[in-house]
C-alpha cells in the first residue's frame, strides 16, 4: 500500500546469469549424495545370511522364583514352648567341644531340657572335609531328658583320623516333633 509523501524504493530483479545457475545445480548435486550418506548413519543395513558364522543358541525362559509366605498356622519359631506345642532344640545343647586327641576326635558338651514336657534329644557330631563340606564321619546319641533336666553328653572317639583338612560339628534336634 503506498504512502503519501514517500518514496518507493525500486525492486530490482535480474534474472539469475546462466553461471551461478549452473553453479547451484552442481551444489545441489554434491550435497544429495553427503544428505543420503547421512540419512543412513546409524542404521543397520541387511546382510545376507552366512554359513560360517554359527547360530545363535536359544534358550527357554525360566520360571521366576517366588517367596514362600507362611500360612496363618505356621509356628512362631520364637515363640516360648507351650504343651503340645513345638519346641525349638538348638539353644538345649551349651559347652559343646569336638576335637581330636592324637588321631581320635570326641565330643562333649551338656544337654537341658528347658521344655515342660519329657523329650527324646538326637545329639550329632560330625567330621567334614574343609574343601568340599563333605561327610568323612558322624555319629549320633540320643538322651531322654525330663522336663527341667540337665544331663552331659559325650561322643567317644568316634573317628581316628589327622585333624588337618577336617572340622567337627555339631547339632541338636527333637525325636517325634
Known sequence: MPMPGRTRALAVTRAPRPTARAARALALGLALPTLATLAGCGQPTPASPDDSVAPTVSVAVQ??????TPDDDAADPSAEPTDGGLF??????SGATCEPTGDSWSFTGTLTNSDTEEHTFTVAAFIVKVSDGSDVASKELDVKLAPGASAPVAIRNFHTG????????????VKGL
Open 88 to 93: 525349638d532344640a538348638s539353644s538345649s545343647l
Open 63 to 68: 520360571p521366576t522364583i517366588t517367596a514362600e
Open 162 to 173: 589327622p585333624k588337618t583338612g577336617v572340622e567337627c560339628l555339631n547339632g541338636v534336634t
